[in-house]
C-alpha cells in the first residue's frame, strides 16, 4: 500500500540537501505550515539571504513529481521576518531585500510562462521576445505577449499595432498580430505621454494583465520584462508561477554586469534561468564580409558560463 501523500511529500522534502546548514529542508526546519489536501500541497519555505533560490525550485519540482499532486504552493520567506528599516545608516549600501512572500497563483490556462529579462535597457530584450513569440507561433503554438515594461512599453511598435483593446464580458481582449496575443501598456495610453507612476501601481497594472485580460488557453506565455529587479520583476513571480527566465545581453561589461544581477534576481525566488541571448554581437560588411564587434566581446560567453546556463544565441546587429 502506498504511503499517505503527506508522507511522501514529506520524504521528498528531506531528500533535499541544503549544503550550508549540512541537512535537509525538514531536519533544517526550512519547511512550515504544510498542507496537504486533495492533490493541493502548500508549504512555507524560510529561505535564508544566503540560501540558494534554487532550493525552492528542487522543492516545487520534488513535490510536484510525487503521483497524485495536483497543485503546488509555496509560500517564499525569510526566517529572519522583515527588515526593520528600508533605510542604511549614512554611507553604507542597502542591505538584501527579503523574498517575496506572497505566494503565486497558480494560471494553468496561461502555459508556460517565459520572462525575457535583462538587466540593463536598450540591449534588445524587447526585439528577443518578440521574435521568440513570432517563431513559436509560426510552429502552430499558442502565443501570448505580455508588455511588462510599463515605463517603456515597446510591444506596440515591434508589432505595429497601436490599436486600444476592447472590453467584452468585463474582461479586457487582448489584440492580435502575428499569431501573437498582445497586451501593453501602450495600447493605452498616448504614445508620447509619460508613465510616472510608483511601485505600487505598476504592481497593480501587472497583476490586471495577468487576471482582468481575456488570454484564453494558450501553449507560452512571454512577458516582456522591464530593466533592472523592481517592483514588476517581483510582482510578476508573487503573481504566478513563472516556468524560466531568458537573460538578454550585449557584449558590453556594463551590460552583462547588470545581466547577472537580473539572472541572481531570478535565481533567488526559485526561477530557472535557461539560458543568454547575445544581441548586437557583431556588425558584418555586407560589401567587404568584414565583421566588426562593435560592444567588444565575449560577454554573453562569460554571462552564461557564471550562470552556469548555455549561451542559447548571438543575435547580429543588422544596417
Do not use: C
Amino acid at each position: 500500500m502506498a504511503a499517505p501523500l503527506e508522507a511522501r511529500v514529506i520524504s521528498a522534502l528531506a531528500a533535499i540537501r541544503n549544503d550550508r546548514l549540512e541537512n535537509d529542508l525538514i531536519s533544517a526546519g526550512m519547511i512550515r505550515d504544510l498542507e496537504v489536501a486533495d492533490g493541493r500541497v502548500a508549504f512555507t519555505f524560510l529561505l535564508a539571504p544566503d540560501d540558494p533560490g534554487t532550493l525552492v525550485r528542487e522543492a516545487r519540482s520534488a513535490v510536484r513529481a510525487i503521483e497524485g499532486v495536483t497543485e503546488v504552493k509555496i509560500n517564499v520567506t525569510n526566517p529572519a521576518g522583515p527588515a526593520k528599516s528600508t533605510h542604511a545608516p549614512p554611507g553604507q549600501p542597502g542591505g538584501q531585500a527579503p523574498v517575496p512572500a506572497q505566494t503565486p497563483m497558480e494560471q494553468p490556462n496561461l502555459g508556460r510562462i517565459l520572462a525575457v529579462s535583462s538587466g540593463k535597457g536598450g540591449v534588445g530584450k524587447s526585439t528577443v521576445a518578440a521574435n521568440i513569440a513570432v517563431a513559436l507561433a509560426e510552429a502552430g503554438y499558442r502565443v501570448g505577449v505580455m508588455d511588462a515594461d510599463i515605463y517603456g512599453p515597446n510591444m506596440p511598435r515591434m508589432f505595429g499595432i497601436f490599436e486600444k483593446p476592447p472590453v467584452s464580458g468585463g474582461k479586457i481582449q487582448p489584440l492580435d498580430a502575428h499569431g501573437v496575443k498582445l497586451m501593453s501598456l501602450g495600447f493605452m495610453i498616448e504614445r508620447d505621454a509619460p508613465a510616472i507612476w510608483r511601485g505600487p501601481i505598476i504592481m497593480k497594472i501587472v497583476q490586471q494583465f495577468l487576471r482582468d485580460v481575456d488570454w484564453g488557453e494558450l501553449d507560452y506565455f512571454i512577458v516582456d520584462m522591464p530593466p533592472g529587479t523592481g517592483d514588476a520583476q517581483l510582482s510578476l513571480v508573487q503573481s504566478v508561477h513563472v516556468s524560466a527566465a531568458l537573460i538578454v545581453t550585449t557584449p558590453q561589461e556594463v551590460a552583462v554586469g547588470d545581466a547577472l544581477r537580473g539572472a541572481k534576481m531570478f535565481e533567488r525566488v526559485g526561477v530557472p534561468v535557461i539560458g543568454i541571448v547575445e544581441n548586437m554581437s557583431a556588425f558584418t560588411d555586407p560589401e567587404t564580409g568584414r565583421r566588426w564587434e562593435l560592444f567588444s566581446s565575449g560577454g554573453g560567453q562569460r554571462l552564461a558560463d557564471e550562470i552556469g546556463v548555455p549561451l542559447l544565441g548571438q543575435v547580429p546587429l543588422q544596417p
